[in-house]
């Protein structure tokens, strides 16, 4: 690892020890950091680092062992592996009001790769530990669903197996009890409304709930008082 890398995974894994990243969100924030240093010159590409030593572009992590110069990207077991997200985040950054060079690109893809291969193998960064915080999270504090957050951490690129993993440890009483919290609130800024009962369901299927789950409870909530 040279030391620009070294100085990136440092100040990475500070980052990573204060809250969960999934592995797209680090390769993003080590490329940024990567291409923002003017000595990621060119030549990088050809196996040259930051410090001009031989082997970061070639893909040698932390670890000394070769890939991640073709684009290697993350799964949730925490390997590194081909991945069209890091050249996708180059793209972005090479067509940005500060252009970098195609070779230099190259070189900071290669050096953001070498250090998310290093702060996965050193246990910052896991993608089955961020999708389980993630789930608990949105379905505890905001009220989602199983849908939305599923398709919120795929779309982050965690492997699909984690994301299962994460919704089944899910408590379900808890995620219950934070839905109707949340539709009571939104029907009573509804209740007037001669559409409010669908305006709710369709309210409950945008928060990642299917329709059988959210029936019965739709229907106790919009079930008119003693009072009404």
Not at 60 to 69: I, Q
Not at 182 to 191: F, G, I, N, P, Q
Not at 200 to 213: T, V
Not at 221 to 228: A, F, H, L, Q, V
């Amino acid at each position: 690892m040279t030391e620009r890398e070294k100085q990136v995974y440092d100040a990475l894994s500070a980052q990573c020890a204060k809250r969960e990243y999934c592995v797209a969100d680090i390769r993003r924030k080590a490329l940024q950091r990567l291409s923002q240093d003017p000595s990621v010159a060119p030549g990088s590409a050809l196996g040259r680092g930051s410090s001009g030593t031989p082997g970061s572009a070639l893909g040698r992590g932390s670890s000394g062992t070769p890939g991640s110069a073709l684009g290697r990207g993350a799964v949730a077991s925490g390997s590194v592996r081909a991945s069209g997200a890091a050249v996708a985040s180059g793209s972005a950054l090479a067509s940005g009001p500060e252009r970098v060079s195609g070779a230099a690109l190259a070189g900071a893809v290669s050096s953001a790769e070498a250090v998310v291969a290093a702060l996965v193998a050193d246990g910052f960064v896991d993608d089955r530990r961020y999708a389980a915080a993630f789930a608990r999270e949105k379905s505890a504090l905001s009220g989602w669903g199983p849908v939305k957050i599923r398709s919120a951490l795929l779309a982050r690129g965690v492997a699909r197996d984690a994301v299962l993993e994460a919704l089944e440890a899910v408590d379900p009483e808890r995620a219950a009890a934070k839905l109707e919290k949340v539709l009571e609130t939104k029907w009573r800024a509804l209740r007037d409304d001669p559409q409010g009962r669908l305006k709710l369901i369709r309210f409950a299927l945008s928060r990642g709930y299917d329709y059988d789950p959210i029936r019965p409870l739709v229907e106790r909530i919009t079930r008119p008082s003693e009072d009404d």
